[in-house]
């Protein structure tokens, strides 16, 4: 699936400079005045020009927002704003960048890298944890990553391929609500309408395997009118014996 980013801007001239740069990265630009209308519809990321577009004064939808995009949002800025303001881009709203009186050729090696870090971000997690240790502890769960096995205490759960990849983005994701369209892209790697109709089914059948009370499940949730939740409190690594 190639790659887009959603300009939020009314600058015509800073989305032509931007779609032709990223453009030579492989990555499509989409232009638009009106953010929310883009709420469920998949895009690599966000940049955002507060020159010529605020943004939204009601913080729910700014969460919203957040929640939606598995990509990064940068801020793009030429106004001096108070410093408590641009902490609160990160710590509040949990934006990934704040571009201040930046050059074009900055701005794109920021985006194109944030864009790598997200793409990246879950091999590079599982990774990390199969070199520090054989297992990853999700709650009653430990994943083996060298066998590919899931045991829930002494018992090992029968996972199929897809729903093993399922729990691996789950985990890798935690605490996020993710849509069905950000499941299919990154398990299926499409977005096709058959995809998207199948991915409750095999939520589902996980939820079955790994939660202790499948119809009361604390772990694999949904979100109504969103999607799922994978609570996870904090993963801790362990070696497998």
């Not at 201040?100 to 590079?124: C, F, G, T």
């Not at 935690?174 to 109709?197: C, P, Y």
Request: proline share 4%; hydrophobic share 40%; glycine share 4%.
């Amino acid at each position: 699936m190639p790659l887009e980013i959603l300009l939020i801007s009314q600058n015509l001239k800073l989305a032509g400079q931007l779609e032709k740069q990223l453009a030579a990265y492989q990555i499509n630009t989409r232009v638009s005045f009106e953010p929310l209308d883009h709420l469920l519809q998949q895009v690599s990321g966000i940049v955002w020009d507060l020159n010529t577009t605020e943004l939204p004064q009601n913080s729910s939808e700014l969460q919203i927002l957040r929640s939606q995009i598995a990509g990064p949002i940068l801020l793009l800025d030429e106004q001096t704003r108070p410093i408590e303001t641009i902490c609160s881009y990160f710590l509040d709203d949990h934006l990934d960048d704040y571009i201040h009186n930046a050059p074009l050729s900055e701005m794109i090696a920021r985006i194109i890298q944030k864009i790598w870090v997200y793409q990246n971000k879950d091999n590079l997690q599982l990774n990390q944890q199969s070199q520090e240790s054989e297992s990853l502890r999700v709650g009653h769960l430990v994943i083996d990553l060298s066998k590919f096995e899931v045991n829930n205490g002494r018992k090992k759960l029968n996972l199929s391929p897809i729903e093993y990849k399922l729990l691996l983005f789950f985990v890798s994701n935690s605490n996020t609500v993710l849509n069905r369209t950000q499941i299919a892209s990154a398990v299926w790697g499409n977005t096709t309408g058959a995809t998207l109709r199948i991915i409750d089914t095999h939520i589902s059948n996980l939820r079955k395997k790994i939660e202790i009370e499948p119809k009361n499940p604390q772990m694999l949730t949904t979100i109504r009118g969103f999607g799922y939740l994978f609570k996870n409190s904090g993963a801790e690594k362990s070696q497998v014996n």
